[in-house]
């Protein structure tokens, strides 16, 4: 379940880079949001290792 989360933020944002670039509205506020999908991509399975090493 936990890789099907990191993988559609991973795609999405990695979608919505690129599509940052032929965006006519607001095309900075895109490109922001897609970096911090996939830096929440990347969260995602550091934060569930650090829970599962507490139990």
């Known amino acids: 379940m ?3 989360v990191y ?3 991973l795609l999405g ?3 919505l880079v ?3 670039f032929a965006s ?4 900075g506020l895109v490109f922001i949001a897609g970096v911090l999908c996939i830096g929440a991509a990347v969260a995602v399975p550091i934060t ?5 090493q507490r139990r």
């Open 7 to 9: 993988l559609i933020l």
């Open 48 to 52: 569930a290792g650090a829970f599962e």
């Open 2 to 4: 936990l890789f099907v």
């Open 18 to 20: 690129g599509i940052s």
């Open 13 to 15: 944002g990695m979608v």
């Open 24 to 27: 006519p509205v607001l095309p």
